[in-house]
C-alpha cells in the first residue's frame, strides 16, 4: 500500500503555470507508476499524464501535450506535475494515483490522493 498526498492547486489567470507535487508514503514508491488524473464540476474525471515506476516512460493527454511535464524522483518519494500556459479548461481537482500496471486506465489505479484544485480564470 501507499499513501499519496497532492499539493500546489491554486487559482491563476490563463497563461500561467503551476507545479503540482504527489508525495508518497509507505510501500515500495519505486515499484508504482503514478498517473495524474482530473475532474472538473459535471465531468468525468479523466487522465491527465502517467509516468513509469522508473521514470522511463510517459503519457499524456492530447489536451496537455506540450504544456504539462511529469517527472519523478524515487528517493524524494515525490511525482510532480509542471503545468505551463494554462487555461480555463485546464479547470478541475487533480489527484495523482498509483498503480503496478503501466496504464492511463483509471480503473487499474489502487491508491489515490485526495486532489488539488486548479482553477485558471481567463
Known amino acids: 500500500q501507499v499513501q499519496l498526498v497532492e499539493a500546489g492547486g491554486s487559482s491563476v489567470q490563463a497563461g500561467a503555470s503551476l507545479r503540482l507535487s504527489c508525495a508518497a508514503a509507505?510501500?515500495?514508491?519505486?515499484?508504482?507508476?503514478i498517473g495524474w488524473f482530473r475532474q472538473a464540476p459535471g465531468k468525468d474525471r479523466e487522465f491527465v499524464a502517467r509516468?513509469?515506476?522508473?521514470?522511463?516512460?510517459?503519457d499524456y493527454a492530447d489536451s496537455v501535450k506540450g504544456r504539462f511535464t511529469i517527472s519523478r524522483d524515487n528517493i524524494k518519494r515525490t511525482v510532480w506535475l509542471q503545468m505551463d500556459r494554462l487555461e480555463p479548461g485546464d479547470t478541475a481537482l487533480y489527484s495523482c494515483?498509483?498503480?503496478?500496471?503501466?496504464?492511463?486506465?483509471?480503473?487499474?489505479?489502487?491508491?489515490w490522493g485526495r486532489g488539488t484544485q486548479v482553477t485558471v480564470s481567463s
Open positions: 494515483a498509483a498503480s503496478l500496471l503501466t496504464t492511463t486506465y483509471i480503473g487499474s489505479y489502487s491508491y
Open positions: 509507505g510501500g515500495y514508491f519505486s515499484r508504482y507508476h
Open positions: 509516468i513509469k515506476d522508473n521514470g522511463g516512460s510517459w
